[in-house]
Structures are given as C-alpha cells and as structure tokens.
C-alpha cells in the first residue's frame, strides 16, 4: 500500500469541488460542482498544500483522483445505502429542511441516523490519516456534525475548526430533532464553530445549555476542560476574480451577444439557483406571471432568465419542485409568451464561471428571493460582476447576504405583493440610485472576500498564525 501522504491543512466536506461529468464528445471529463461550499473554497485553496477529503459523487469504488490546482483529493467513498440513508436521507430530507425554517417537512427515521455515524466515522478516519501531527482539520457543513467529536477522540493532537455554511435554526425547530444532543456533542469536538450569521451562533449557545447544561455565552462554551470558541463569520466569494472576468472583453461581448439573442429588450432580470425549494423559486414565478397579467411587465419589453440546475434529484421533495416549476414555465410560457418571444428563458444546465460571468453582465436585475439562505453567494457574484456599477440587486431578507448586502432591494419573498413591487422598482431605479447602491455593495465585497474571511476565521482557529501566512501568500 503506498504510504498516506499528511498535510498541515485538511478541509474535511462531505463534497469535492470537483464533479465527474460527460463532455459533448462522449469522453469523461471533471468539472467544479455548483453549490456555495465549492465556489467558496475551491479558489482559496488553490495552490496552497492542503488536502480536501470527501465524496466524487456516485457510489462506486473511491476513485483515484489527481491533485487539482495543487490541492490533494482524497476520496471517501459511499455505497449506495449511505448514498440514500446519509445524503439523501439525514443530510438532505432531516437536517436541510430542519435547518431552512422548516419550509419543507423533515423526515426523522432511525437507520438514516445510523447511515449519518457511519458515513461521519468514515470521513473522521480518512482525516485522521491524511492529518499531519499537530495540523489543522476543517470540517464543513451539515452533512459532518460528528466529525469534530469523532476525530478529536482518534487525533487529540489536532486543532479541529468546524464551519457551518447553512443557517442554524432557532431552538424551537432544532428541539425537533430525535438525536439532538449528540448532535451538539459532535460539534463541539471542535475548537471554534463558525456560523454564517451572529443569530446562529445565539441559537447554538441557548440550545447548548437547554439541551447539554454546558456553560454557554454566544462566544464561548465550557466543554469538560476545554473551552470552544462560536461565532460569525459569514463567507464570500473571490471577489477580484469575479469583477476581472466579467470585464474581459470576450465576457462583455459575450453579455452582448446573449442580450441579443434574447432579442434586445429593455430590460432583462436573471435569477440562478440549485433547484431547491429553499430558493423561493415558486413564489418567483408566481410575482412576475401576475406582473405579466396585469400588464405591469411586457414580454417584449422584459424577459426572465431563470437558471435552476438540478439538485439531490432522487430526493422526493426536489423531484416534487422540479415538475411543479416546470409545469408552471410551461403554463406562463404558453399564457404569455409569443412565438419566438418566450416570457421565460429556462435553463438546467451548469454553466462554467464565464458563461455565469457573462449572464451576471446581461442581468439589468438579478432576482435571489430564497426563502432561507445560509449566505447565498450568487448575489455576492452578481454584484462583483457589475463592473460598470450598473444593474440592481432584488434580495431577500432572509439571505445571510441581506445582512451585509444592505443597499439591495431588500424583499420578504413571502409577501407576494411586496415582491412585484420591489421587482418593480429595481426594474424602474433611476440608474444614478442603482449606481450609488452598486459602488456600495461593490466596495463591501472587495473589502470583504473570501480571504478574508478566511483570514479572519483561520487566525481564529490557528493561533500561531502560520497557516493564515501560507493562505495569503498563495493563489
Ligand atoms: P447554494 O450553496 O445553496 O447552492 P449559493 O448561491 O451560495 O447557493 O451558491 C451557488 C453556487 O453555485 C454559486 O457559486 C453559483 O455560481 C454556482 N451555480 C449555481 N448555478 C449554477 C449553474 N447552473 N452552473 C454553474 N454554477 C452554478
Ligand atoms: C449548499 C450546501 C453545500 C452543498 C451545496 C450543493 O451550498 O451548504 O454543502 O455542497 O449546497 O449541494 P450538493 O447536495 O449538490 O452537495
């Protein structure tokens, strides 16, 4: 067997930032799979020697997979049991509705709990061994809350950081919960718990000492002779990276192109999500087919780009979303669309980051209306692509980004009079209001990227501060 090879820094997440896919020509071929955690880590890590632990999607054979950028893959496979029970089951039926409001009823059976220990024991020892002696694990997401009390009982000698990237629900919904207190546990084998929000950490601090008695405040919790750091940290996106590709010539003519092909309209509003029912994709759809109706929106004048790529598609509720989205596509499509002129434009498709740059461009309103999100970074992108500080931002309040994205068009997505009125004023602003809001929120995220956050979470966790120089030296 060829000897493990350790690094001082693993991130440990229940998915790699790269996805197998099958190009035109038939051949396999990697790509960047969608989804906040990846587009937030995959360009920090780049080049720096760390080692990413987790699944390749399928349930074959952990495949061999070659270092990407200079990050090592190391992959923990899953059979088709834990595909079902641990990700599809406790991760994304139990834990992902539970933690988004409840928008969708949580599912609670005891063998997807059991898949949930299993599968978390499996990444904690593949961690363990890739982890040098003294090195720092990452653990990310919902899908690993035992990790970090799992691998501090196999590697005491580790400093563990765990960052949630969704939101953690208020003690009413998380008392819900059968295994709630192991839950809790399992977290608290790290030494800091970074949440997106200051909220969250509240929420975590007050169910700590409901459930577990632990001495808590929202900063610091007492745990046996330990003492584990919370708080926020929300994440964010290669803002530098995002505002150079949109500005290359062949994305702005690209964004040219695109608007072309849409046929010249007035104005064009786009909305990019995982087809996920915490998007508020639905409610969506609902605002502008009675902004049509009424007149109040022209096709010819406006047309609607929603991109929504398929998520966890065995997952009944998704399969449920898609054929309610696409059955209504279809009814506003026939109801008010002309031939050659649909009210909609619906694509499935993942898109490489310049065609996404290139949509960003074309985006005179980029509609993020989720109905809970732990941040939502396609708004952080679409705001680093307006390079010209023109377009607006329509965003809902119950966005993590809200909180720092102030200058959107603020919305509550579950009013659905406020969302066509709110569409309709970031279609109406007067392009020296958008301006003035753009330049603001642009400023912010470059102030604010994702090293930063990086910095500022991992010279938390890594008090020597090594590794943070490493960080910021790379890429
Ligand atoms: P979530 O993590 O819930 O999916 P985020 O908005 O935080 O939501 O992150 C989504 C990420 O996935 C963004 O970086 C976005 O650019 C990317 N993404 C979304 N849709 C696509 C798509 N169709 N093709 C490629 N990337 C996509
Ligand atoms: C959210 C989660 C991530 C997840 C991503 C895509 O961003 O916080 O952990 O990777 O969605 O979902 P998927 O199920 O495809 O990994």
Redesign the pocket.
């Known amino acids: 067997m060829p000897e493990m090879r350790q690094s001082s820094l693993v991130v440990v997440a229940n998915r790699l930032p790269i996805d197998d896919s099958v190009a035109p020509d038939g051949a396999c071929e990697w790509r960047r799979s969608?989804?906040?955690?990846v587009?937030a880590l995959h360009p920090l890590l780049r080049h720096t020697p760390a080692t990413w632990v987790g699944w390749a999607g399928g349930t074959g054979p952990a495949p061999d997979l070659p270092d990407v950028d200079g990050v090592r893959m190391h992959t923990v496979p899953l059979d088709a049991q834990d595909l079902r029970d641990h990700y599809e089951g406790f991760a994304n039926a139990t834990l992902w509705p539970l933690y988004h409001d409840a928008v969708e009823q949580p599912e609670y059976h005891r063998r997807w709990w059991e898949a949930y220990q299993r599968v978390n024991q499996r990444f904690a020892e593949a961690a363990a061994g890739v982890a040098e002696p003294g090195g720092l694990v990452w653990v990310q997401d919902y899908h690993l809350q035992l990790v970090p009390g799992m691998l501090r009982e196999l590697r005491p000698d580790l400093r563990i950081g765990f960052f949630l990237?969704v939101p953690f629900p208020p003690p009413e919904l998380f008392m819900q919960l059968p295994r709630r207190a192991e839950l809790l546990r399992g977290m608290l084998g790290a030494d800091l718990i970074g949440f997106q929000r200051a909220q969250a950490s509240h929420n975590f601090a007050q169910l700590v000492a409901k459930v577990l008695g632990l001495p808590a405040t929202d900063r610091r919790i007492g745990v046996d002779d330990r003492v584990v750091r919370i708080g926020a940290y929300p994440v964010s996106i290669d803002t530098a990276e995002m505002a150079a590709l949109a500005g290359r010539p062949d994305v702005t003519a690209r964004a040219r192109r695109l608007r072309h092909d849409l046929g010249d309209p007035e104005h064009v509003i786009l909305s990019?999500?995982?087809m996920?029912y915490t998007k508020g994709i639905e409610q969506r759809l609902k605002a502008y087919s009675e902004l049509l109706a009424s007149g109040d929106v022209k096709v010819r004048d406006t047309v609607l780009v929603q991109?929504a790529?398929p998520s966890r598609e065995r997952v009944a509720q998704y399969q449920i979303l898609r054929e309610r989205v696409e059955r209504e596509v279809g009814r506003i499509n026939g109801e008010f669309g002309r031939v050659g002129e649909p009210a909609i434009h619906y694509l499935t498709?993942?898109?490489d980051r310049t065609e996404?740059a290139a949509l960003y461009r074309v985006a005179d309103v980029m509609a993020v209306t989720p109905l809970r999100?732990g941040?939502?970074?396609?708004a952080k992108?679409y705001v680093a692509a307006r390079v010209d500080d023109s377009g607006a931002l329509l965003l809902s309040e119950f966005a993590g980004s809200a909180a720092e994205l102030e200058q959107a068009y603020l919305v509550n997505p579950h009013d659905l009079e406020e969302l066509k009125r709110m569409l309709l004023s970031a279609l109406r602003a007067a392009p020296e209001d958008a301006g003035e809001r753009m330049r603001a929120m642009r400023a912010h995220l470059h102030r604010h990227d994702i090293r930063a956050w990086a910095r500022s979470y991992l010279s938390a966790l890594d008090e020597t501060g090594s590794l943070v120089r490493r960080l910021s030296s790379s890429g």
């Open positions: 969608p989804g906040g955690l587009s990237h990019v999500d995982r996920d991109v790529v498709q993942p898109f996404l999100d941040m939502n970074l396609v992108e």
